[in-house]
């Protein structure tokens, strides 16, 4: 059996002298650290490599004019996030496996071998080739089985941002994990340069509370929603410098459609597996919604620093398996049958009576949930809990980030007087205009600066601030 060693020597890739590369560039903070850190030896075709969220590269080696590459399908130990690991299947020891990147006009021979218990393919997903490398068990190829290695060659046709994954018992094997990026970069270079270049793919896994291996059966009910199978604050930053112009390649191979956000910098909808777009197609958007089995390239040019959000819009997506499900406390006075739980559970701690927000603090606060299993809210931020998890990350702009250095600067360092700020914490505070809550005393004119009578939760949500 080749272990991971072997396969890296294979590659033309010497372990100890990759372990120095990468230790000499996280020290020195250069550009190669980008490279160093992914695995990805630096390219001769003058195309910018992609940064993987939370990923590497899959190293290659030219044989007769042919890039040759090796894929291994096999069961791994996986972390979403710290407190929370499940026995996972992907490729090369991680999920999503390894990004392949190659550039239009090549010839790529791929090796898959299959280390899992049952057969496996690969289908390379929006990339034209012959019909008898794509990949479908038994229409197209028979099955890797157990221990078997099978190899798909062809020329790429195209240039644009693909993924691979199984097309033989997918529900399962995609549930677990299985799934990569595929980037073809164009043989012509690209007429708008980008200076950061960002992948990742969309996923969910079901990994009920307390267990250690998704559940295969689950068709919409997720209780994890991950960026490159990670959920934050595990999910790495986008970071890069004001002035630069930044790609994001997203890919959904999830159960859902996801309607990424990012705030502050509009950006332009630029192209999909099909290729960048002509910039006659392009469109400025806040929002993007992709679809199942879609891939998306986003792009802006960042004008303001500062820390900002980029997150699915779906409230649930950004949210861990603890909120999911769950009962709703809201307007209900659990003081009486706290203490009766307490007596039976020592550290119970009801929640929900003015909403959930206080479950970050009380994460915060150590609170433990069911073993292996990660809270509705996570994330510490300079000013307190984010209370997000799920699909959500932070693009940190910064005036001063060095071209090429992708090393999370830390928070951001407000100018003085620029953060939103208390001016009162009177709730009586000024004379806003307000409506009439369906059900309550009409207030008199001379009330105006007063609040409107007391009003049940549903009526308060319903109306307020209408």
Same mark, same amino acid.
């Given at each position: 059996?080749?272990?991971?060693?072997?396969?890296?020597?294979?590659?033309?890739?010497?372990?100890?002298?990759?372990?120095?590369?990468?230790?000499?560039?996280?020290?020195?903070?250069?550009?190669?650290?980008? +490279?160093?850190?992914?695995?990805? $030896?630096?390219? #001769?075709?003058?195309?910018?490599?992609?940064?993987?969220?939370?990923?590497?590269?899959?190293?290659?080696?030219?044989?007769?004019?042919?890039?040759?590459?090796?894929?291994? %399908?096999?069961?791994?130990?996986?972390?979403?996030?710290?407190?929370?690991?499940?026995?996972?299947?992907?490729?090369?020891?991680?999920?999503?496996?390894?990004? *392949?990147?190659?550039?239009?006009?090549?010839?790529?021979?791929?090796?898959?071998?299959?280390?899992?218990?049952?057969?496996?393919?690969?289908?390379?997903?929006?990339?034209?080739?012959? =019909?008898?490398?794509?990949?479908?068990?038994?229409? =197209?190829?028979?099955?890797?089985?157990?221990?078997?290695?099978?190899?798909?060659?062809?020329?790429?046709?195209?240039?644009?941002?693909? #993924?691979? @994954? $199984?097309?033989?018992? &997918?529900?399962?094997? #995609?549930?677990?994990?299985?799934?990569?990026?595929?980037?073809?970069?164009?043989?012509?270079?690209? &007429?708008?340069?980008?200076?950061?270049?960002?992948?990742?793919?969309?996923? =969910?896994?079901?990994?009920?509370?307390?267990?250690?291996?998704?559940?295969?059966?689950?068709?919409?009910?997720?209780?994890?929603?991950?960026? =490159?199978?990670?959920?934050?604050?595990? *999910?790495?930053?986008?970071?890069?410098?004001?002035?630069?112009?930044?790609?994001?390649?997203?890919?959904?191979?999830?159960?859902?459609? @996801?309607?990424?956000?990012? +705030?502050?910098?509009?950006?332009?909808?630029?192209?999909?597996?099909?290729?960048?777009?002509?910039?006659?197609?392009?469109?400025?958007?806040?929002?993007? *919604? *992709?679809?199942?089995?879609?891939?998306?390239?986003?792009?802006?040019?960042?004008?303001?620093?500062?820390?900002?959000?980029?997150?699915? +819009?779906?409230?649930?997506? /950004?949210?861990?398996?603890?909120?999911?499900?769950?009962?709703?406390? /809201?307007?209900?006075?659990?003081?009486?049958? &706290?203490?009766?739980?307490?007596?039976?559970?020592?550290?119970?701690?009801?929640?929900?009576?003015?909403?959930?927000?206080? +479950?970050?603090?009380?994460?915060?606060?150590?609170?433990?949930?069911?073993?292996?299993?990660?809270?509705?809210?996570?994330?510490?931020?300079?000013?307190?809990?984010?209370?997000?998890?799920? #699909?959500?990350?932070?693009?940190?702009?910064?005036?001063?980030?060095?071209?090429?250095?992708?090393?999370? $600067?830390?928070?951001?360092?407000?100018?003085?007087?620029?953060? %939103?700020?208390?001016?009162?914490?009177?709730?009586?505070?000024?004379?806003?205009?307000?409506?009439?809550?369906?059900?309550?005393?009409?207030?008199?004119?001379?009330?105006?600066?007063?609040?409107?009578?007391?009003?049940?939760?549903?009526?308060?949500?319903?109306?307020?601030?209408?």
């Amino acid at each position: 059996m080749t272990t991971r060693r072997e396969l890296l020597q294979w590659m033309g890739v010497g372990g100890a002298g990759l372990l120095a590369a990468t230790q000499t560039a996280r020290a020195q903070g250069t550009p190669d650290a980008v +490279h160093a850190e992914t695995n990805a $030896p630096r390219p #001769m075709q003058g195309y910018r490599p992609v940064r993987t969220l939370n990923g590497w590269t899959l190293p290659h080696r030219m044989n007769g004019g042919v890039k040759e590459f090796h894929l291994v %399908a096999e069961e791994i130990e996986h972390e979403f996030a710290p407190g929370c690991r499940a026995t996972c299947w992907g490729y090369n020891g991680t999920t999503p496996g390894p990004t *392949i990147e190659a550039v239009e006009g090549d010839r790529v021979r791929l090796y898959v071998t299959n280390r899992l218990r049952e057969p496996t393919t690969v289908h390379w997903h929006g990339i034209d080739l012959p =019909n008898g490398m794509d990949g479908i068990a038994g229409l =197209n190829q028979p099955r890797i089985q157990p221990g078997e290695t099978y190899v798909y060659e062809y020329t790429l046709k195209q240039h644009g941002t693909h #993924m691979y @994954h $199984p097309h033989a018992d &997918e529900m399962t094997q #995609m549930a677990f994990g299985m799934m990569g990026l595929f980037i073809i970069h164009p043989r012509a270079g690209e &007429e708008v340069a980008v200076d950061r270049d960002y992948a990742f793919l969309l996923h =969910n896994y079901a990994l009920h509370p307390g267990t250690y291996r998704p559940d295969p059966s689950i068709m919409q009910d997720f209780d994890l929603w991950t960026f =490159n199978s990670k959920v934050y604050p595990a *999910i790495d930053p986008i970071v890069m410098r004001t002035g630069e112009r930044l790609r994001l390649r997203i890919g959904n191979l999830s159960m859902w459609n @996801h309607p990424i956000h990012m +705030h502050s910098n509009p950006f332009w909808v630029t192209g999909s597996d099909a290729g960048r777009w002509p910039r006659s197609q392009w469109r400025r958007e806040v929002t993007e *919604i *992709i679809g199942v089995g879609q891939m998306r390239d986003l792009e802006f040019v960042a004008t303001e620093p500062g820390d900002w959000a980029l997150h699915c +819009h779906m409230a649930h997506h /950004t949210m861990g398996p603890m909120g999911h499900g769950v009962p709703n406390p /809201t307007g209900v006075d659990q003081g009486g049958v &706290e203490e009766k739980i307490r007596a039976l559970l020592p550290g119970y701690m009801a929640m929900g009576r003015d909403g959930m927000s206080e +479950h970050a603090g009380h994460v915060a606060m150590g609170m433990k949930g069911p073993e292996n299993t990660l809270p509705m809210m996570a994330g510490e931020g300079q000013f307190g809990p984010i209370e997000m998890g799920g #699909m959500f990350t932070v693009v940190k702009v910064r005036n001063d980030q060095p071209p090429g250095d992708y090393r999370d $600067p830390g928070w951001y360092r407000y100018p003085k007087g620029s953060v %939103a700020q208390r001016v009162s914490s009177d709730p009586q505070f000024g004379k806003p205009h307000r409506r009439t809550p369906y059900g309550a005393a009409k207030p008199r004119p001379s009330d105006d600066a007063v609040p409107a009578p007391a009003m049940d939760h549903a009526q308060h949500g319903k109306h307020h601030g209408g």
